[in-house]
């Protein structure tokens, strides 16, 4: 089952976070659109949790001056702690399991 939702909004993001709860196994596909070519990256791994938080810079009409960020936190199959910021460019596909 692939992640298809495409508001991201508070309210699309709530649904996005109920559809893929913490201990849920996932395949995450992220890409970046750079003029001399996309980067994809493929994290697998199981949800750890989700969270908002602020960056480090400064941004007019965010929430206390700060523009904040839906972040992943996802555990990969070595142990390794992973958070991801998500945004249009990230889907997320359930697994039954992980390889």
């Known amino acids: 089952?692939?992640?298809r939702i495409d508001d991201h909004s508070r309210d699309g993001l709530s649904r996005r976070r109920a559809a893929f709860?913490?201990?849920t196994p996932v395949c995450?596909?992220?890409s970046i659109?750079?003029?001399r070519g996309d980067i994809e990256a493929e994290i697998v791994g199981v949800i750890d949790g989700w969270e908002e938080r602020p960056t480090?810079?400064?941004y007019t009409g965010g929430r206390d001056g700060k523009l904040w960020l839906t972040r992943l936190r996802l555990r990969k199959v070595d142990g390794e702690l992973v958070s991801?910021?998500?945004d249009a460019a990230t889907h997320i596909a359930k697994l039954e399991s992980i390889p």
């Open 1 to 3: 089952m692939t992640d």
């Open 21 to 23: 709860p913490p201990g």
């Open 28 to 30: 995450v596909r992220q």
């Open 33 to 35: 659109t750079r003029p």
């Open 56 to 58: 480090g810079s400064w």
């Open 84 to 86: 991801l910021v998500v």
